[in-house]
């Protein structure tokens, strides 16, 4: 008789109680549950949101629109404040106007030394290296730059000051008309503003619109900033009726002043000058004894080497007898005293070598020193030459001021002697 079996096969996975099944039922149960409950929670605050967000919104525009509407009436009223002033400046500018005669031809008499000392200190800027110094040359056409701007304000002290009133409310006038100006312009853009609703088609989201803008400014430095501006045209007004009719003349003593001061820049020029000589006579003194100690050293080098040519061929004779005495045969070949010597021999030869590379380098690196300052010397040499023609250059062209109106004449024979003395020409000049 037959028996029949069956093979059950399971996967090969932990398989859960049926306990734990109806608990994970349970549980998904909870969840769903639990969701649901959430979601309908989310509903209602979300509604609720919506109604508080819409009366907040409406609210925020309705008080934008309100300071908008405030701004554009402070702007209008601080615009027409300011507009009375500017008007005010204007017809005080109208009646300065007249105040402008001789003072500007009396100035212009300065114009022709102040471009020659402006065109003096540019040619002595263009010295070279170390020759760009603050020396006393340098300081006294300074001074001399800074009488005439005395010389300026002195002629110029009580007759210019309706001129410079002038100038002083033309600045004035051209801020607060910058400022009606910017006035408007704020006025436009805010009507502009308020005219825009949430239907307004040239709307759009912007990058950071709510960042300070570049240059921005507090409310109350703003209205600080009005006021001033008022203030400073009423300040600017109250004094132009007493300033009207003062003007008087200093000429006298700006000419005094200047001519002093223009000999003792020149006295300092042609101090300059004899420093100048004297150092780059000394500089030419320095390179010949430094041509000179570069030749011996030259020599000295070469003869250096050739000493050590010498010892090499020394060493190589000696290194070839020690090692043709190497080739003996049999008990000759030993350590004799010849071979000891010859080892010596090697030993010094060697050393000797080496002191004298050693001397030979220590030779080329100080010529190459000698030869890098001698360079330095011919560089400082030509810089003191151009340093010199540029001062004498700079006194031949204040020859101009004195035949101005503040200087004496200078006759011929006078500068003909000077320019010889200058360029030390008395040696050259055949004497009778």
């Known amino acids: 008789m037959a028996f029949h079996s069956v093979v059950t096969m399971e996967k090969p996975l932990q398989h859960i109680s049926l306990t734990d099944w109806y608990a994970r039922v349970n549980q998904m149960r909870n969840v769903a549950d639990a969701r649901r409950s959430d979601a309908f929670a989310i509903r209602h605050s979300s509604r609720s949101l919506r109604n508080e967000t819409r009366i907040e919104g409406n609210w925020a525009n309705y008080e934008t629109n309100e300071a908008l509407t405030d701004r554009i009436s402070e702007l209008n009223r601080w615009r027409d404040i300011i507009s009375k002033s500017f008007e005010r400046i204007e017809r005080e500018i109208l009646m300065l106007q007249e105040e402008k005669n001789a003072t500007e031809r009396e100035l212009e008499a300065l114009a022709g030394p102040i471009s020659v000392i402006a065109e003096c200190l540019t040619m002595r800027d263009g010295r070279l290296g170390s020759e760009i110094t603050y020396d006393e040359a340098d300081t006294e056409i300074k001074n001399e730059l800074v009488v005439l701007e005395n010389n300026q304000r002195l002629l110029a002290d009580r007759c ?81 009726y007493a300033i009207r009719e003062a003007l008087f003349v200093c000429r006298e003593k700006a000419r005094n002043m200047l001519q002093s001061q223009q000999e003792r820049a020149e006295h300092t020029i042609r101090k300059r ?36 040519r010498d010892k090499t061929d020394a060493l190589k004779l000696a290194e070839t007898r020690l090692e043709n005495r190497a080739q003996r045969s049999g008990m000759e070949l030993c350590m004799d005293q010849a071979h000891d010597m010859l080892c010596l021999e090697v030993e010094k030869l060697r050393e000797i070598r080496r002191r004298l590379q050693v001397k030979i380098d220590e ?59 200058l360029t030390r020409m008395e040696n050259e000049i055949p004497k009778d």
Request: proline share 2%; glycine share 2%; hydrophobic share 35%.
């Open 160 to 240: 210019q000051k309706a001129w410079e009133k002038l100038n002083r409310l033309e600045e004035v006038r051209f801020k607060i008309g910058l400022e009606i100006e910017f006035k408007v312009e704020a006025v436009q853009l805010d009507n502009s503003q308020l005219a825009l609703d949430r239907n307004s088609a040239n709307i759009s989201y912007k990058p950071d619109p709510t960042r300070n803008p570049k240059n921005s400014c507090s409310y109350e430095t703003w209205l600080e900033n009005v006021k001033n501006i008022k203030l400073l045209a009423e300040n600017e007004l109250a004094d132009t």
């Open 273 to 308: 000058i004899f420093e100048t000589q004297r150092a780059r006579n000394e500089m030419e003194w320095q390179q010949l004894k430094m041509k000179d100690e570069m030749e011996k050293a030259m020599c000295e080098i070469r003869t250096s080497e050739n000493a050590l």
């Open 363 to 421: 030779s080329k690196t100080n010529f190459n020193l000698l030869e890098e300052h001698g360079k330095r010397i011919d560089v400082d040499l030509e810089n003191k030459q151009h340093s010199l023609m540029t001062d004498i250059r700079a006194l031949d062209l204040r020859m101009r001021l004195r035949g101005g109106e503040f200087g004496s004449k200078v006759t011929s024979s006078s500068q003909t002697d000077r320019n010889i003395t």
